[in-house]
């Protein structure tokens, strides 16, 4: 057993490894985003969603609390037993109020959160059967669709799939296509997606959500640079790099990266990367989008579905979308 944890360990510090290189490698520079989470990075995205300016949580929030009953009820519309699969569940804040509204049905399905944060999915596995006793729960750590193929295989239920937070604001539009086509194939006709967006608004506000006044986020970017230190033997000085966020509100990309504020030179894993002044890494993008757009997506992948759910300021949706 320590062997396989051993083994498993190696084989994601080797894809670590090779992805960071590649992106430092890379002109221009960036980084993956599923990087950040290691356990300070789950810890400093916690004080994000807390945060005055991160308006998203709580407007996703107030959906979940105020309107998983009818989200339950459009779930048990169908009356066969299912399987809900998270995907990239984090802390499970907003879905509780989902899963606490279907266990107190009493329908017949279990809960498969998926995370590519051990640490997540250790604390949803021991956290949530002692708040709702008797759900049934499989906790699946590793990547998106690797994770989901064997959530699929787990049982021939039909799947009900929650994938909100904005998690595909974190890919840019033609990426999002991409995912839900992905997403598409593996499910089957008559299967769910719960699917969260955040909506293009008053550009201000969303610039404020990733360029917080205490500098939250910049601390959750720079994290990354301390965690390749660590884990890659890396030598980042911190100080010597800024954190930067933009929002076009014509595509509704709000990107964020770090600066290196002089020419200096990096150290990875044995490997050497220049910085020229002012030089960026593109850290992450957070997209914002249209109810048009959210809408053309689903036709274009393979979905259907009229049902959306809004919080009260129409910051956020959550459509539902049924596989064709
Ligand atoms: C922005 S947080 C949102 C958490 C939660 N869905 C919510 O709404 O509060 C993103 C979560 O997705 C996970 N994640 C990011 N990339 C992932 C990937 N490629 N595969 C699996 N999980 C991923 C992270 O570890 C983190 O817990």
Known sequence: ?????????????????????????????FMQAKYFYDQAGDLLFQQIMKMDEYYLTNAEMEIFVKQSGDIANLIARESSSFDLI??????????????????????????????????????????????????????????YFEMLDKGIALSNRRKVVLFMGGNIGNMDVEEAKEFCRKLNNSLSKGDLLIIGFDLKK???????????????TAAFNLNLLSRINRELDGDFELQNFEHYACYDPESGACKSYLISLKAQAVH?????????????IYMEISQKYSLQEIEAIAVATGFHGKHRFFDAQKYFVDAVWLVD
């Open 1 to 29: 057993m320590d062997t396989i944890k051993t083994e498993e360990r190696v084989t994601v510090l080797a894809q670590f490894r090779k992805d960071i290189l590649a992106g430092l490698q890379a002109e221009p520079k």
């Open 86 to 143: 998270e995907l990239g569940a984090g802390d499970a804040t907003k879905s509780i109020h989902l899963l606490t509204e279907l266990c107190n049905r009493d329908l017949e399905f279990s809960y498969f959160p998926i995370d590519i944060s051990a640490q997540m999915v250790a604390h949803l596995e021991d956290f949530l059967p002692r708040q709702l006793p008797g759900l049934s729960i499989k906790g699946l750590n590793g990547d």
């Open 202 to 216: 008053e550009p201000k506000q969303i610039l404020a959500a990733y360029n917080d006044a205490k500098g939250i």
């Open 268 to 280: 990875i894993a044995g490997e050497t990367i220049h910085f020229a002044p002012f030089e960026a």
